[in-house]
């Protein structure tokens, strides 16, 4: 999302938790805050209003991370937005049988879910730093 916001592209970014907040923070701290909204972490209802209220939403790409941890409700309500990037564990999230029917263009599995069928799976080799 950091490098996202280093194009000009206009974001919402929410997460569950915190720390993911803070990290976004540190990483935009030189790029033009106006179009950028982090939204408070785990506050669904307040995320929802913000929603809501956005008049430019459908120009701003929208990171829904920790989709497990969020109801149907607020899936409803970014349902019909265009730009949607969801994050998360699939096979725990209570709205994965809608979020499976939707036409993406993209799909970026870090592991495969129990729940969906993926044809053609690769190998992938995760390198990670214990910095």
């Given amino acids: 999302m950091a490098q996202i ?17 803070d990290e976004l923070h540190k990483q935009i701290a030189i790029v033009d ?3 950028t909204l ?9 995320f929802i209003d913000i ?15 920790n989709i497990e941890n ?6 409803k309500e970014l349902d019909n ?13 209570r709205f994965r049988e809608e979020l499976l029917h939707l036409d993406f263009r993209t799909r970026i599995f870090f592991s495969y879910p129990e729940i969906f069928k993926v044809v053609n799976k690769i190998k992938m080799l995760i390198l990670r730093s214990d910095n």
């Fill in 33 to 35: 805050i106006d179009n």
């Fill in 5 to 21: 916001t280093a194009h000009d592209e206009k974001i919402v970014f929410f997460s569950a938790y915190p720390e993911a907040k």
């Fill in 51 to 65: 929603i809501k209220s956005l008049k430019d939403i459908n120009k701003r790409i929208v990171l829904f991370k």
């Fill in 81 to 93: 937005k265009e730009l949607i990037i969801y994050s998360g564990d699939i096979d725990k999230c």
């Fill in 70 to 75: 969020y109801s149907s409700q607020l899936f």
């Fill in 38 to 46: 982090i939204v408070d972490s785990g506050d669904e209802k307040n």
